[in-house]
Every structure is written in C-alpha cells, then in structure tokens.
C-alpha cells in the first residue's frame, strides 16, 4: 500500500499494458500517460511532456463514447436524462475510482515531493491519468481501441446504472453524487417567488455544505427544485469539482 510520506517502487508502463490487455503500437505513448507534470521539474534534461495534453483529448473521447454508449442502450430517454446520466459517468470522483479499481496510482510518474504529499492516492491526478489513458489509446489505436477500453473499464459503472435503473430524476442522482463525495444532503432554499398566483415563477438554490451548486426556476417549485439539481450536476461535470 502506498502511504503517505513514503516512496514506493512505481510499477512500469509494460506491466499496465498486459494488465489491460491492450498492446500499444507504440509503448510510449502508454508511458506518455503517466507523466504527472510534477515529474517534470525533476527531469530537466529529458525531452518528455506531461500527460495533461493526453488528459485533454481523453476527456473528450470519454465523452463521445459515453455519450455514444447511453443513446444506444436507453432509446427512450430524453436528453436532460441522458445528459445526466453521463455527468454521473465522467464526473471526476467516478474516474478516480474508476482508475483505482486498476490499480493506475502505482503507474504514475511523479515528483518526489508529489509523491511523498500521497500523490498516488490523489483523487485528482487519477481521474486525470484516466482520462489520458483513454488519450493515448484514442492516438495508438482510434476511437475502436479507445472505445473497447472506456467500456471494460467503465463497465461496473454502466452495469450499476442498469441496476438502479434510470428513472431516478435529478434530485436523487444529486444526493447520491453529494452523499458518495460529501456524506451531505443538498439543501433547497427558496430565493424568490414571483408573478400573480396563476403565473408564479419559483426560483430555488441548492447547496452541499456552504456551497451553491445551482440555481433552477419552476412554475412549481418541485420543478424549480429539480431544475437547480440539473444545473448542480453539470456544473459538478464540468468543473471537476
């Protein structure tokens, strides 16, 4: 186990490779991968780059083949949902379990003194070294060698949404995501409510925490509630907060 304050023997690209099944045409694009930037400053003289451009396309390429994945299994499903869904997929905490049920940590280049602040375990540089895991793949081998490797890795996570089933609407999706990353319940707080009786327009702010994660409007506010957690969500999506 890699503890904080400790330098462990960092396993090598090859071992990742046959671990995944996937043969790279060309190996250092797997090693491009796993250079968190932090490496850099400590290798001065090596004509290497980060993975953070891999991460970049990567996180793209995630997107299109979750996206791609969710049209074809739920047909009856209307945007908002799918939209929801994939946030639930591709969000960063997913990622990083995602890379720790392969064990990507130990793969990782870092820096010593991002080793030694438990760089390994970072939720962050996971879900990071993921994403450009799929980059790479996408530049060796196409969006099918990229494609064949989301969906094993992101299996567990498609099979729990079939599970659970996909009629849970925002306001449950949100308090599983706060609940897994916070251990909070999102909290609706009223800011206004305007307009004659017939025509009352609701405005609702969810939060986790001291944190305002979005803001929704309703001619009900039920919708203006579920409006705000549908805002919350992809705003968590695309921050990576």
């Known amino acids: 186990m890699v503890r904080q304050g400790t330098i462990t023997r960092r396993r090598p690209a090859t071992e990742l490779g046959i671990a995944l099944g996937l043969s790279f045409n060309d190996p ?3 090693q491009q991968s796993l250079y968190h930037r932090s490496y850099l400053n400590e290798a001065p003289d090596r004509e290497i780059e980060s993975n953070e451009r891999l991460e970049f396309l990567g996180d793209a390429v995630l997107g299109l083949i979750v996206s791609e994945k969710l049209y074809r ?3 009856a499903l209307s945007e908002g949902h799918l939209s929801q869904l994939r946030a639930l997929l591709v969000r960063w905490d997913a990622l990083a379990q995602a890379a720790e049920r392969i064990d990507l ?3 990782l280049v870092l820096g010593k003194g991002e080793e030694l602040s438990g760089g390994r375990k970072r939720p962050s540089n996971l879900a990071g070294a993921f994403e450009a895991l799929i980059g790479a793949a996408f530049m060796d081998g196409g969006m099918a060698k990229a494609r064949k490797l989301v969906l094993k890795l992101l299996k567990p996570d498609f099979d729990e949404i079939a599970e659970r089933g996909v009629t849970a609407d925002s306001k449950s999706e949100l308090q599983h995501v706060a609940q897994t990353r916070w251990h909070e319940i999102p909290e609706y707080q009223m800011v206004s409510s305007e307009g004659p009786d017939h025509a ?10 001291e ?5 929704g409007q309703g001619r009900n506010k039920k919708q203006a509630e579920l409006n705000a957690a549908r805002q919350a969500l992809e705003t968590l999506a695309a921050t990576g907060t």
């Open 200 to 209: 009352k327009l609701f405005t609702v702010d969810v939060s986790v925490g």
């Open 73 to 75: 299994d739920y047909p």
């Open 28 to 30: 250092e694009m797997l």
């Open 211 to 215: 944190q305002v994660l979005g803001r």
């Open 105 to 107: 940590g130990s793969y």
